[in-house]
């Protein structure tokens, strides 16, 4: 029986790895050596990923709206674009052939080689590690990378050194639930009992060989706090003629806001404390279809765009008042069908090509084409307060102005909106989300 790779995501914390003078990529001259990581002129290759990540992001989120073109959103969207990323960056590792080349494509390397991606990857791992250990940052921020794989595969040795701590052994074979609460454990330990049951029952069996998993945890507190006492009932409208009861929380202060005539949206951001991390809020225009069309205009170039305008500071606002409403959104979704419309679908079934994983001359010829991914798994979770958010899941060119934009006072979100959490960092987009529903646990007016 053919074996089968589990893909699942969520969201979690580091990496690092011993390095020999071994070649892990025979494909592309990939000797990783012992000055492997001494060199510093890759910053080309990090500009190019991170700008890959950026471009998945958006497109992520465009193939997700697919099915709403001719219909309204009819539920709450909370993902990770940066988890999903950092999971398929993994996979493409072990990739080979043509399901190297679509991930190639798909994740943006362009002509970079693996092993050029495999450092920057290394790069980012330690990045994360020592921000993790920064005391002071006024957030936290774990992210964190684990293949899990049958304990009787040969294991390349190279990438098996490489990985290191990301690597573990489990019994799949013989002891596949006890494999399954294994890894929801580490998921939900990680993401601090955010996110449970990643992996469904059912989803390993005795033929699994390999799960994939990303976990990662955001915790942060607004720079500006809103006040409890100024949290009020209000009208949410999901349609113009659909009204439902909400929370609001309400504060005035300084913020950057944007008017921005690409995504035809406002766009406020709202800085944790430390200010590395940002939840940015797009408000469409009050009309039935509004989020379709600022969707449809999204594009890496326009986020990009709305980015370098809301962190150059020229429409920072010094009184705004903004009303937002307190919620919280948990999802699980199966990601196979909005990548397979980022043309990423040979990493799914009988053509995938993992082999790069394995040992080839280790093992028998009748199980090297025997391991094969086969679902994509993908769970959130974020809560917006009055101190903050939570969120866990399982990854420009400035012209010129003559003058400021007409001067607005007020930001209030209570029609559908979308809202990114965007590292600043890094200008990566950590999670993304619609709220477009709120709970019928308060009376609804139809």
């Not at 596949?176 to 601090?192: F, G």
């Not at 500071?313 to 397979?340: C, H, I, N, Q, W």
């Not at 040992?359 to 991914?373: N, R």
Request: glycine share 6%; proline share 4%; charged share 20%.
């Amino acid at each position: 029986m053919d074996g089968k790779w589990l893909l699942v995501l969520a969201l979690l914390a580091l990496g690092h790895g011993q390095i020999l003078d071994r070649n892990c990529f025979s494909d592309d001259n990939g000797t990783l050596s012992d000055t492997f990581l001494d060199r510093t002129g890759d910053e080309e290759s990090k500009a190019i990923v991170y700008g890959g990540e950026r471009a998945f992001s958006v497109n992520l989120i465009k193939a997700l709206f697919t099915k709403y073109e001719d219909s309204s959103i009819t539920e709450n969207i909370f993902i990770s674009p940066s988890s999903i990323y950092h999971t398929l960056m993994l996979a493409y590792f072990g990739a080979l052939g043509e399901t190297q080349a679509e991930l190639a494509r798909g994740l943006g390397f362009g002509g970079l080689t693996k092993s050029q991606v495999l450092k920057t990857y290394m790069f980012d791992a330690a990045y994360q590690a020592v921000r993790e250990r920064t005391p002071g940052l006024g957030y936290t921020f774990l992210h964190a990378n684990k293949l899990y794989f049958e304990r009787e595969l040969k294991l390349n040795e190279c990438l098996r050194l490489v990985l290191a701590d990301q690597i573990e052994a489990v019994d799949f074979k013989s002891q596949p639930e006890e494999a399954r609460v294994n890894i929801n454990t580490w998921v939900e330990t990680l993401t601090k009992g955010n996110i449970k049951d990643l992996v469904p029952a059912g989803y390993v069996d005795y033929s699994t060989r390999a799960a994939i998993v990303n976990a990662a945890y955001f915790k942060g507190n607004w720079q500006s706090q809103f006040k409890p006492e100024n949290t009020k009932l209000g009208n949410f409208y999901v349609k113009r003629d659909q009204i439902r009861m909400v929370n609001f929380m309400n504060q005035e202060g300084a913020f950057n806001y944007y008017t921005s005539e690409e995504l035809q949206a406002h766009v406020v951001e709202m800085p944790y404390e430390g200010d590395h991390v940002s939840m940015v809020i797009i408000l469409p225009p009050f009309l039935d279809d509004g989020l379709q069309e600022t969707v449809k205009r999204l594009s890496p170039e326009t986020m990009s765009g709305v980015m370098a305008e809301i962190k150059s500071g020229f429409y920072k606002m010094d009184k705004l008042s903004v009303t937002l409403p307190k919620f919280s959104v948990r999802g699980t979704l199966e990601l196979s069908e909005p990548l397979a419309a980022l043309n990423i679908s040979r990493l799914f079934g009988p053509g995938s090509n993992l082999t790069g994983f394995i040992d080839v001359e280790a093992t028998p010829v009748d199980q090297v084409d025997s391991v094969q991914l086969d679902s994509a798994q993908h769970k959130a979770f974020i809560e917006v307060t009055e101190e903050g958010s939570e969120a866990a899941a399982a990854t420009a060119l400035l012209g010129f102005r003559s003058a400021r934009p007409l001067i607005h006072t007020q930001f209030t979100a209570n029609h559908p909106f979308l809202f990114l959490i965007y590292d600043k960092q890094v200008d990566t987009i950590l999670f993304f989300g619609v709220y477009q529903h709120p709970p019928r646990d308060r009376k609804s007016v139809v």
